[in-house]
Structures are given as structure tokens and as C-alpha cells.
């Protein structure tokens, strides 16, 4: 047999091995000296509680983590901590070998051939159903470029047909159950321009073409009682338009059940058609205050309302037995009025009364309380009606 060799005598562009070496140790190693080899194939058999790096140099003295392929398939690695086989690309490399970077316990029995194999490594394209994407290589999918849509015969392959400007062709026919048809539609008539493939000529509602807005865009009316299309927007502050939406309520004359708040809820009529409505706001808005002051001094009869709540008051009543003439202050710290009760040396016989329920007094201010200040500790009683309301 003739080998070839280099000048120094080693083997060139034939294989160069080392096989069943036993690597029991931190830094053992299985060495190649290589001459234009271009792949390594490892075994690694009996390996024991190590890890055994796949590592090359150029220069002989520097050396790097090499990718290893296993032969049965799978991602690239630089080690291993398991039997098993792989190859690895050596074109270039003056050195390659197995070492032993981490150590605990065994020995590995290790084997290495380099051949004068290309450099090329297969690439393994698709993926199975169902499991990652995530670093897995995949082929560009191209499809035949044609002016026309080209006609295939059941059951063979052919591939994807593609519009001259990249676009796939589809046929939806397939999916919506009625055929596209292309109709070239003139330029400046308002619509599609040129050779664009629309869905029929005109939308239809039962036998009538319906009709087109300046913008393209199709009216859409709707056939009242009398015949006649109704009319939604009105202009404001206009005429009110022909065949008119009326608006309709919902006609009892018992309370309905409650909804809850936020929701949809029927407008109110009597039986009559006239609208129901509740004086001034919500009940739930309403509140009352009693409070009895028997003490000169600045006293709150209605609290404050809270933030950007306006608590206005609507009635206010004042009883006492007291003959003492005296001086009311009430004031929401804005607007006063003083009210002299009682006004002679006699009990009053009646309340005194200060009704707003047409035209609440409001507060001034936004959360702010209303306050009493006797002239004198004469013992009132005073009940305040107000109602809340937002700016």
C-alpha cells in the first residue's frame, strides 16, 4: 500500500486515528496531528462521571471548542457527558482533540479518526408537527410566477402559482361557496379603476341595484310605514326632516323593576305618552340632616358633599321653644342670610320655614358644608333638605 506523507514523514490526505485510548483523568486527552484531513469521527464509550470537550487549534498551542454533530441527528455540541458518536469539521486545523475538562470518577475509553472527508455538513430541513421552532433551519418556499392562472390535474404536485408581482394566488370560490367574478371597471366612474376584480358590478338588496354615494360608499335606507326611506341624521337647528324615526317610551303606570347601575333602561311614559320624570335628580341624590343647636358659635347642619359635589339646599326648617329674640346665621361659608327667629318675647306657634324647592340655594363652592350661628343658646331644632349635584 502506498501512503503519501509530508515532509516531517506524517500521513497526508490519509486518515489519521487513535483509537480505544482510555481518558481517566482532569486534562487526558486523545490528540490528532492533522495534514489536510477535513473531518473527525469520535466514539466515546464507557464514559464516567466526566466531561469530555471536542477542541482545535490552528497555530498548535491556542485551542478552541469545536461543534460535533451526533450521528444519529441532533443540534451541534462541544462536549459531551454521555457515550455516543459524532463528526466534526477539522478542515484547517493543525490539531484536534478529546479532553477531559471536568473530572469526578471513571474512564472514558475514547476513539478518533480524521479522513480526508469534505467540509460540508448535512442540514437537517422541517420540522416535526407539534414540536419547536426555535433554532431549526427551514427552506424558502418559492411558487411558479405566471401572467394567467395556470390549471392543474387532481392529485398531482405543482407548486404554488404566483401573480407577477409576488402575490399567491387563492381561490375563494372554495371558501365562500360563489365564484369571483373580475369585472374591469372603468376609470373616473367613481368606483374600482381598471382591470380590479370586484364581487358583481352592483350590491343588490332583492331585485334593486343599490344606489352609490358620491364617495362610492352604498346608501343604505330603510323602508318605513309609508313607504318611504326614514331619515337618521337630521341636521340641529333645522327643520325637522319627512318620515322621521320617532322615538317611542315605554308606557306604565307602575314602577318597573330596578336595573342596575350603568345599564340599559327604557325611557318612562304614562299611558298617556307623556314622559315621566323624577323632580329635580335621582331620588338617591336627595339627603336630609336634623340637628339640634342649644350654644352660640359656628355649627354645620349639612355636611359636605365631597369632592366636586355641589350640596344645594332645598328646604329648611327651624322649630323652637325659646321666646328670646335672636338672630339666625346660615351660610355655606359664601352666601349668608339671616333670619330672625324668634323675633319677639313670645315662643313662636309655628316653624320657621325657608323653602328652595323650586330653586334649590346652591352651594358656592364644591364640597363645602352650610353652617348656623346663634345670637343666642337658645335650644333649635333644624332638619335641612338638599340634594347633591355635579357642576
Known amino acids: 500500500m502506498i501512503q503519501l506523507g509530508d515532509a516531517s514523514g506524517g500521513p497526508f490526505l490519509t486518515d489519521v486515528r487513535s483509537l480505544n485510548q482510555a481518558v481517566g483523568s482532569l ?7 492533522l495534514n489536510g484531513q477535513g473531518a473527525v469521527a469520535i466514539q466515546v464509550l464507557t464514559i464516567g462521571t466526566q466531561t469530555l470537550s471536542f477542541e482545535g487549534t490552528v497555530d498548535g498551542t491556542n485551542y478552541f471548542s469545536v461543534n460535533a454533530w451526533p450521528l444519529a441527528g441532533g443540534s451541534s455540541v462541544t462536549s459531551t457527558t454521555a457515550n455516543g458518536n459524532w463528526i466534526a469539521m477539522a478542515s484547517g486545523y493543525t490539531k484536534f482533540r478529546v479532553r477531559c475538562s471536568a473530572y469526578t470518577s471513571g474512564s472514558a475509553t475514547v476513539s478518533a479518526n480524521a479522513s480526508a472527508a469534505t467540509n460540508e455538513q448535512a442540514v437537517q430541513i422541517g420540522t416535526a408537527l407539534g414540536s419547536t421552532t426555535s433554532g ?10 405566471t401572467t394567467a392562472a395556470p390549471t392543474y390535474t387532481t392529485a398531482q404536485n405543482n407548486a404554488l402559482s404566483l401573480t407577477t408581482g409576488g ?5 375563494l370560490s372554495s371558501q365562500a361557496g360563489t365564484a369571483i367574478t373580475s369585472v374591469p371597471v372603468a376609470a373616473g366612474s367613481g368606483t374600482l379603476t381598471g382591470n380590479a376584480p370586484v364581487v358583481n358590478a352592483a350590491l343588490f338588496v332583492g331585485t334593486a341595484a343599490v344606489t352609490a354615494a358620491s364617495a362610492g360608499i352604498p346608501k343604505v ?3 318605513g310605514n309609508a313607504g318611504s326611506a326614514a331619515v337618521f341624521d337630521g341636521a340641529t337647528a333645522a327643520a325637522v326632516p319627512a318620515n322621521a324615526i320617532a322615538a317611542g317610551a315605554r308606557a306604565q303606570n307602575a314602577n318597573p323593576t330596578a336595573v342596575t347601575n350603568g345599564q340599559m333602561v327604557n325611557i318612562a311614559a304614562d299611558l298617556g305618552g307623556r314622559l315621566l320624570t323624577a323632580p329635580l335628580a335621582y331620588r338617591t341624590l336627595w339627603g336630609a340632616t336634623a340637628t339640634t343647636i342649644s350654644a352660640t358659635g359656628v355649627t354645620t347642619i349639612a355636611a359636605a358633599g365631597g369632592a366636586s359635589v355641589f350640596r344645594d339646599i332645598s328646604k329648611i326648617i327651624i322649630t323652637t321653644a325659646g321666646a328670646a329674640a335672636q338672630t339666625i346665621t346660615l351660610t355655606d361659608g359664601t352666601t349668608s342670610f339671616i333670619a330672625d327667629y324668634p323675633n319677639a318675647a313670645v315662643a313662636p306657634g309655628a316653624p320657621f ?3 328652595f324647592s323650586l330653586h334649590p340655594w346652591r352651594a358656592t363652592t364644591a364640597n363645602t358644608a352650610w353652617t348656623a350661628n346663634q345670637s343666642l343658646a337658645t335650644t333649635c331644632h333644624y332638619l335641612v333638605q338638599f340634594v347633591d349635584r355635579l357642576a
Open 27 to 33: 486534562n487526558a486527552e486523545v490528540l490528532l496531528s
Open 167 to 171: 402575490s399567491l394566488r387563492t381561490d
Open 221 to 223: 335606507g330603510i323602508v
Open 353 to 355: 320655614v325657608l323653602d
Open 136 to 145: 431549526q433551519l427551514s427552506q424558502l418556499v418559492s411558487g411558479a410566477v
